[in-house]
């Protein structure tokens, strides 16, 4: 993104908010001359972005025909997990090593703030819907509020180290990780417990317990596929 033109940024972000809203849809092939002329640029620029996004994982070029936005196997969910598990696991040791330093400290108040706005987001979970309320589901929008902060908190973590390796690799695996955690939070009552696992995680940080830190945060991260495994077949 840092060396693209203005245009191909314009393409990019129409694009991506494109996929992640679902108005393009993973059964159709999209064509880059169509999409070029929808926005009002030219087929330089969105190819360039086309490029950008099939190397952040929100896409499957199609030589020669165009693109599909991608979707989340079950081997897509289980390597980006164990990437997350790598990277994270060390960030949050790192973390509860330096946590009285001045740095950890403002590590901390980082944290705390964006836990305050998950619990903001959950106070309105509900919505309109008494279906909803009924059911313990997150309306969509606190649902998307939601996912944005808990983004946050853990780009947090991973920003605290300042390692450039692992800040591209979670960007690159922004799309997979944003459907896997799309998938876990839907589940009724996960939203909850994913407020308080990082309320827990932020605990063995400030008592820089980087052990517990790390255990909790490999389970943390490993919900979405133990309950992908332990799902229901469906016949």
Do not use: W
Request: hydrophobic share 35%.
């Amino acid at each position: 993104m840092e060396r693209m033109s203005p245009l191909q940024v314009q393409a990019y972000e129409y694009l991506k908010e494109m996929i992640l809203s679902g108005k393009l849809s993973p059964d159709e092939l999209y064509s880059e001359t169509r999409l070029s002329a929808q926005i009002g640029i030219s087929r330089t620029p969105m190819r360039e972005a086309i490029q950008c996004l099939s190397q952040d994982g929100y896409i499957t070029v199609v030589p020669s025909k165009g693109f599909k936005v991608r979707t989340l196997s079950g081997e897509d969910m289980e390597e980006t997990i164990q990437i997350r598990c790598a990277i994270e696991g060390f960030c949050v040791h790192m973390a509860a090593a330096e946590a009285d330093t001045r740095k950890g400290q403002k590590l901390l108040s980082v944290l705390e703030r964006l836990l305050e706005k998950q619990e903001r987001a959950l106070s309105s979970r509900y919505g309109p819907s008494a279906e909803n309320l009924k059911q313990g589901i997150c309306s969509r929008e606190s649902l998307e509020q939601f996912m944005e902060y808990d983004h946050q908190f853990h780009r947090a973590l991973i920003d605290y180290v300042g390692n450039r390796e692992f800040t591209q690799t979670f960007q690159r695996s922004m799309y997979l990780i944003h459907l896997t955690t799309q998938g876990a939070l839907s589940v009724p009552g996960r939203t909850e417990d994913t407020l308080k696992e990082h309320r827990m995680i932020c605990s063995h940080i400030r008592e820089m317990d980087g052990d517990a830190a790390y255990k909790l945060m490999l389970v943390h991260l490993m919900m979405p596929l133990t309950m992908h495994l332990t799902e229901p077949s469906k016949k």
